[in-house]
């Protein structure tokens, strides 16, 4: 009789499998969106059971936002918010999606499938809440220009950074040109300098 398995090294069992379910969720919505996304594509992918996705996410929809929330959380965590150079800080975001094609273009697939998501997504909402009142409190010490509140002035930085619709969806192509352009608007939209 074969020993039964730690409860211990379930978790662990459960956590991977959680893992690779969202690493194939990933590159399944980036490609494909949430109506052309496929469960079974993502258990195969993931080599799991379909029924897991299901435990661990509970729908189709509830899979895409937490892929939606995991990736944008990424980003988050790969670019530190510097409201005393936000064009760099621009510069920085450019560079990761420039790296990470797939984000944008999984970003651009919520915007036109499930456009309320990022209201609903309890860690994003106050990230960017967060991120909001850091500009807030960098407009009243004077680092910031304080023409646009601090939640539009956010909105409109990473409108910039996420470049023009047109080409969004093929972040390598991105180019250095465009970069430099990113800051020079960030700039002038909250009065900082290009400082690289």
Known sequence: MAPEASPRGAARDAA?????????ATAEFSAFGLAGGRTARI???????????????GSK????????????????????????????????VFDFYRTHPHLVRLELW???ER????DSLPLIKSA?????AALGQAQAAGLVNAAL????????ILTLTHGHPMNAGDATTWTDEQRRALATGVAALTGQPVER
């Open 149 to 156: 509140p601090p939640e539009q002035l956010l909105a409109h």
């Open 61 to 92: 929809d509830g899979l895409f936002d937490a892929v939606l929330e995991h990736n944008i959380l990424l980003v988050q965590k790969a670019v530190a918010f510097d409201v005393e150079d936000l064009p760099g800080y621009a510069q920085q």
């Open 115 to 118: 456009p309320d998501a990022m």
């Open 128 to 132: 960017l809440a967060d991120k909001a």
């Open 16 to 24: 991977a499998t959680r893992r690779r379910i969202l690493d194939a």
């Open 43 to 57: 258990a195969a992918t993931a080599a799991a059971n379909q029924r897991m996705i299901y435990a661990y996410f």
């Open 110 to 112: 919520q915007t036109l």
